[in-house]
């Protein structure tokens, strides 16, 4: 595996406690978790690949509180690793030796604005509680991952998340106006704008957003909203191979111009896997396909009717020999359960043993190649591996994932982790790609990045860094090495 | 005026010497323009705020040349001023005794790729030049300003430029993917992503731009293309007030969705002053309005009739008394004049005698309190001064500029600049905006930011810059004040 915990900081005991009592009489003793069994479920992330450890978890209320807290840390020498809804894959979110802190508590919406179409919402809140917030004032916001119900704003910021909508509407960055950080030495910035245009000085919003909490910890955010779609068509197609993926997308480019809102690609394994293992998944093509295509069209304009569109688009692309098949979803009900198809797919692949994931990307007209030249090294260096190449194509971003050979052991198969990571990154960087599309650094690619970004670039993140957290207290050793 | 040229830096004149002749020894003699003739355009802004001095113009071709100048510039402690198309407003293209570093030479576009719909340009490529290549391709790359002509895209994107397409498209920064970037020091850094997602590190793409060369010097970027609209509609409105124009942008953004591709606002002063003044100006309108507004939708869709769907808003909108008299433009050419009403109106200003500007932003809802209470405000400040608010409504954009009454002597009224900057910034300031969209700060709004800007943003601003730029070469005393 590529991964491993690294050995926790040692921090003086009777300077932690004093830290923890004065952090106690400001935010309540009961808000300074040390109970073993509490501190559990924040200790390990999802996929089991980090365990950290913490002398406790904080929970403040407020920014105030999150300032006070970061400031006796600072002042202690004490690192502090914030902590969202504990869904990040590439363990951004672990603690080892710092002090964690929770966010959870800072979950008000505290203001939505319909006419400006902007939400001002805390860290703390669920992605799910401001989707409510915007449904509930006719408006969409529309970052969209699995985790929703359990990922909170402030981590989403933090990764700058990704998702199924960023084709249309763009990533967690694109999606904010505005910020509000607690600093390393426990200054607030309050830089909650609201404005769409601002031209005032350096974007230290796009900043902080992405810096996976190594810059300070953010606290609120203005997010923008969008007029909620009137009319939404959506369709699985099955298709021969990803050059044909490629060329569809095209065509419904330039058919449907802004109304392409998704387009997502599995494959037969992929989709075989889901309708193996996930209840409640329907096959929803008859014949057999080597690739599929998710694909959604969606619109707020009056009058619309996309699914005629989409009819119209797929039966020109059949005639020209691009697809083998589509069916368009018949009422919302339909359109979820294809969704489901997709969406299950990363809980699916548990089903199968072993999974070495890759989440990269390269431009959107080398997908077709990358997919092939890269299923095509892995098979060669581990015959019987089974390729999994799905996710977000019309962004350029695939999650290459690689389920062990059967009867394999486990163990084994992901003692390879390395060696697959050079093959699969070797080549995305080969083509201009990214080896971290969506996910961010954290500690799992941390080591991994010297190997492919440009040294320049890694020189200007460490100065940064250094010049707003001189003395390394936030969430240090993520995404870039500790001196 | 509010503005003042600084004084020049006083630097030794061998050291001087020295350095051009290390740079013309690399670049060619004649590409070191010390000439006073030559110089002169280069050393004075469109508005004649500032002028500027240099020892010397450096023209150089290539990013390695630009590399070369900034690190033998760095050596010799000889601070360097990027100038572009010398269009900029606030005065930072303006060199007060630094080196003056074309980047005219820098013109090439270097690729671009209708499928990931991505050109990469360099900084010396004028605007007009992107624009036509875009569209030799069948794209459109949206930013859209009136000096298109002769601004550069290095100085597009080292103000991250707005305009009139932002409604839609976003400014400079959400059009660009990547960047290359020579460091203060004279390193490269190649950032020329052209991906649609990377999650590797800070957002360095977003930092350099809108830096004002304070931070490096842009040399090339990868812009972002769309699809070539199919259609288009554009609409110029009579209307009461500001509210109405409100009123009408929400119901233009409910019924036409993605469609809106812009909304300007103008008065009948603004009006009146283009149809004496700019040959070739018509009016639209048979009948007298106190307000205009140029709207335009656009689609990239097939079979799209937009026309169609403005007429039946503006319908509606007349139905409701919010409206006067609308006309949409049946030819190119029809919309091609209604847009010179709206984008003549800087120039004509000219001719009704000395202007006060302001660049100004506030949220979408708040624009007709806005424009209402700021020209009271002004109008008891200086009564027959003749307000001329327009602009960008539907970014929350306007450009609250200030005609002289009259009769009145120009220069006394020039002199009020400040006292008219107070009661515009404070007001702006109470309703959470920006007294910067879309032009920047340079030195003209630098002394003028600290009163507005967030002290804590202000000092972020300021760490950065020391650690990217130590020497303090790049562009001093622009956007920030040198300590």
């Known amino acids: 595996m590529s991964s491993a915990s690294p050995k926790p900081l040692l921090l003086d005991a009777a300077r932690v406690a004093g830290l923890l009592e004065r952090i106690a009489a400001r935010i309540g003793a009961r808000h300074v978790v040390t109970d073993t069994a509490d501190l559990a479920p924040h200790l390990v992330e999802g996929r089991g690949l980090f365990r950290g450890t913490t002398p406790a978890m904080v929970e403040p209320s407020d920014t105030q509180e999150v300032a006070f807290i970061v400031a006796a840390c600072a002042e202690a020498g004490v690192p502090v690793v914030p902590q969202g809804g504990n869904t990040g894959l590439v363990g951004g979110q672990m603690p080892f030796g710092g002090l964690l802190v929770s966010l959870r508590r800072l979950n008000r919406i505290r203001d939505l604005d319909p006419v400006d179409l902007t939400v001002v919402a805390e860290a703390g809140c669920t992605l799910h509680q401001v989707h409510e917030a915007a449904t509930a004032a006719g408006c969409l916001f529309p970052l969209s991952i699995a985790s929703e119900g359990s990922c909170q704003i402030g981590g989403n910021l933090s990764t700058n998340a ?22 390393p030495d426990g200054r607030i910035w309050n830089g909650l704008s609201r404005l769409r245009k601002d031209n005032t000085g350096y974007a230290l919003k796009d900043l902080f957003i992405g810096a996976e909490g190594t810059l300070g910890i953010i606290t609120a955010a203005v997010l923008r909203l969008y007029p909620a779609p009137r009319s939404r068509a959506t369709a ?14 095209r065509r419904l480019r330039d058919v449907a111009g802004d109304a392409l809102s998704g387009f997502e690609i599995l494959p037969r394994f992929g989709m075989e896997t889901v309708l193996k293992h996930m209840p409640g998944t329907v096959r929803a093509l008859a014949g057999d396909h080597a690739w599929y295509v998710l694909a959604e069209l969606s619109s707020t304009r009056r009058g619309d009717d996309l699914s005629e569109l989409a009819v119209e688009v797929f039966a020109a692309a059949f005639e020209a020999g691009e697809i083998e098949d589509a069916v368009v979803a018949a009422s919302e009900a339909q359109a979820d359960g294809l969704w489901r198809l997709r969406e299950a797919l990363s809980d699916a692949q548990k089903f199968e043993g072993g999974s070495i994931k890759h989440d990269v990307s390269v431009p959107v007209s080398r997908v077709p190649d990358f997919i092939a030249e890269a299923a095509r090294r892995c098979e060669a260096h581990l015959p019987g591996v089974r390729v999994c190449a799905f996710g977000h194509m019309g962004d350029g971003n695939i999650h290459f994932n690689l389920s062990q050979p059967v009867g394999m052991d486990k163990a084994d198969y992901l003692a390879r982790w390395e060696a697959f990571n050079r093959i699969v990154h070797d080549l995305v960087a080969g083509l201009g790609g990214s080896i971290s599309a969506e996910h961010g650094i954290g500690l799992l690619k941390r080591d991994e990045l010297p190997l492919y970004k440009d040294p320049v670039a890694l020189q200007l993140m460490a100065a940064i860094k250094a010049a707003i957290d001189p003395a390394g207290i936030a969430n240090p050793g993520k995404v870039l090495k500790r001196d």
Chains 1, 2 share one sequence.
Request: no cysteine; proline share 6%; hydrophobic share 55%.
């Open 162 to 183: 990704g998702g199924t909508a960023v084709l249309r509407y763009g990533n967690m960055r694109e999606l904010t106006f505005g910020l509000e950080v607690v600093l």
């Open 236 to 249: 699985l197609i099955g298709l021969p191979d990803p050059h044909a993926a490629l060329a569809l997308f």
